[in-house]
């Protein structure tokens, strides 16, 4: 891939981001205008903008990179991301618009009038959404290493700087023009290189992935691997290796990997002869159809059963508690604006969702490389110059880095503005446009930070667990505070700590430690099974063992979430 083309089409993107984000700096004026676009924002584009934050680089690169190493199984992360927002249409989106609230904080201190629970919703979002920030600087990382060769840390600079001077420029005003103008690039950089790989594919034959047959290079490979990984040769085949095989070190000498298993260390480079079997990665079936296709496939390790409806319930209740998508609503002019822009953008995700499985079906064939690799993330990025070929190839892929960057500004974008507003409000204590712009500025360094600390993690497994975490905790909040009169202050905070922190240590145990197998690490790696239901049972009996807690205005409030706009009973006060 053209380092060159790459480095154009990047820099480009940052460039109209920052230049987008200035025309909103010029109407951006007052705090409700950095807070929620004085709520005056059309569905159209509302719904592109929110289309924008919510397609993050787990969908952009990672639902690809799980569907190509795991199977189509992996189409449960971009259904769940899509019919999480029908959930949030049926339950909370008027009545959560009609509490005139900024945040969720300010909702859960509206509803409960306690302190305590405004903190620790406080607390929950911030945590989420940094988070949610650390996988989309490190895809920034990805992209531009794999693309131009430069180090990993400078990508998630860029976007961390571009980010957080738009947040700081014009808050809300700023991002949503950023963010729905980069929904569409985010969707032609998908689409366009899709109809040029068919056609490549259809010139070639139409090579099928059916029959069971495993993954061969199609052309002389160097792989370099990015860890140590454990992998099975069915065949033997004749690798030149520059580092350490089966604890051997080797300076570019010829080695013969006979059938069985063997070890790879981290920073090894094997050149591998075209039409060689692909050694099969413990945990990653192997075969192009047979394996790959298997429903239940369970992510390569677990329980496939618990697995995968674990991975539905994250998915399908965590969008309503995630801070960066729950904050739209509060922008649109009423509840009626607030359902129509779910509704476009249910249309939005299903149009872009189209494109990552020809990519996974395609780098199956064309870049299996990737499995040996461990970067499968990267298929989206790889696979238009290597089938395509040439200079148009070359500005494919190009096409593709852009676009890639343009998801990890939209979504970085929206997750810093929410976690600001809830730092200078309830953490910094700094009220008015100055405090926001400092809160703004740590909301953005402090994932940089991360990104930096932590490495080998896959995009899509750190956002779904940032999606249980919302989940077990935001979800039992809104839902039972929206729809149950009886909800205390007591039992909110004891189920959302109970669901959203059992949830949230239990996921970062399993980002820390290597990947295994068995009851316990299903459980810990995908908690929303059991987190959910926790949070649920925990707030309901709370609850109800504290009921003299109900705040003495409840009937009021529940009125207002849910009486009709026309009657004038929300709250459209601004701090």
């Known amino acids: 891939m053209s380092s060159t083309y790459s480095a154009v089409f990047v820099a480009l993107v940052l460039a109209a981001a920052v230049l987008i984000g200035g025309y909103g700096l010029r109407i951006s004026r007052t705090t409700s ?7 005056t924002v059309s569905p159209w584009w509302n719904a592109s903008a929110i289309g924008g934050e919510y397609l993050s680089a787990a969908s952009f690169l990672g639902v690809a990179g799980l569907i190509f190493a795991y199977g189509p199984d992996m189409l449960w992360y971009p259904i769940g991301y899509t019919v999480g927002y029908l959930v949030l249409l049926a339950l ?15 909702f859960a201190e509206a509803r409960l009038e306690s302190r305590r629970v405004r903190r620790m919703a406080s607390v929950l979002s911030v945590g989420i959404g940094w988070l949610y920030l650390v996988p989309q600087l490190q895809g920034a990382g990805l992209t531009l290493t794999t693309v131009t060769g430069a180090p990993g840390w400078l990508g998630a600079l860029l976007v961390s700087a571009v980010v957080a001077v738009n947040v700081m420029a014009g808050g809300m005003r ?13 969707l032609t950089a998908l689409a366009v290189p899709v109809i040029f790989l068919v056609l490549a594919w259809r010139d070639a034959g139409t090579p099928s992935l059916d029959g069971g047959k495993p993954a061969v290079f199609s052309n002389d490979t160097n792989v370099t691997v990015q860890a140590t990984v454990d992998v099975e040769v069915r065949s033997p085949v004749t690798v030149f290796v520059n580092g ?5 070190p080797h300076a570019g000498t010829q080695v013969s ?26 945990g990653i079936p192997a075969d192009t159809n047979a394996a790959w296709a298997q429903p239940l496939g369970g992510e390569g390790h677990g329980d496939p059963f618990y697995v995968t409806y674990s991975l539905i319930i994250a998915t399908f209740l965590g969008t309503m508690g995630l801070p960066h998508v729950v904050v739209r609503f509060y922008t649109n002019p009423n509840g009626r604006q607030a359902r129509r822009t779910t509704v476009v953008v249910l249309a939005l995700l299903g149009a872009f969702y189209l ?4 990519y996974a079906a395609l780098g199956r064939l064309y870049t299996p490389e990737l499995l040996l690799t461990g970067q499968t993330d990267a298929v989206v990025l790889v696979l238009p110059s290597t089938l395509v070929g040439g200079t148009l190839g070359e500005l494919l892929g190009a096409l593709v880095a852009g676009g890639a ?13 929410s976690v600001a507003g809830v730092l200078s ?47 077990s905790s935001f979800c039992p909040l809104l839902l039972l505070g929206i729809w149950w009169r009886r909800l205390t202050p007591f039992g909110a905070v004891a189920g959302m700590l109970a669901g959203g922190g059992l949830a949230l240590v239990a996921g970062l145990v399993t980002l820390v430690v290597p990947p295994g197998a068995g009851l316990v690490y299903d459980l810990l790696s995908r908690p929303a099974a059991w987190s959910v239901p926790l949070g649920f049972a925990v707030m309901i009996v709370g609850s109800l063992l504290t009921s003299r807690g109900i705040p003495a205005s409840v009937n009021r409030t529940m009125v207002r979430l849910h009486a009709p706009e026309a009657l004038g009973l929300a709250d459209e006060e601004t701090p």
Request: hydrophobic fraction near 55%; charged fraction near 10%; proline fraction near 6%.
């Open 33 to 39: 205008d950095f807070y929620v676009a004085s709520r």
């Open 92 to 106: 909370v989106a008027a009545p959560l618009r009609r509490s005139g609230a900024y945040t969720v904080p300010d």
């Open 174 to 186: 700023s991002i949503t023009f950023v963010q729905a103008v980069q929904y569409w690039l985010k």
């Open 244 to 248: 350490v095989l089966d604890g051997r």
């Open 257 to 282: 990997l006979g059938p069985g298993q063997h070890r790879i260390s981290a920073g090894a480079t094997l050149d591998f002869p075209a039409n060689s079997v692909v050694p099969q990665v413990k």
């Open 355 to 358: 494109f990552p499985p020809a």
């Open 405 to 417: 960057f343009a998801a990890f500004l939209s979504t970085s974008s929206g997750l810093t503005l």
């Open 425 to 471: 409000q309830d953490v910094l204590l700094l009220r008015g446009l100055r405090g926001f712009r400092v809160a703004a500025f740590f909301a953005a360094i402090v994932p940089f930070g991360a990104a930096l600390l932590v490495s080998g993690m896959s995009l899509a497994d750190v956002v779904g667990l940032a999606f249980a975490v919302a989940a």
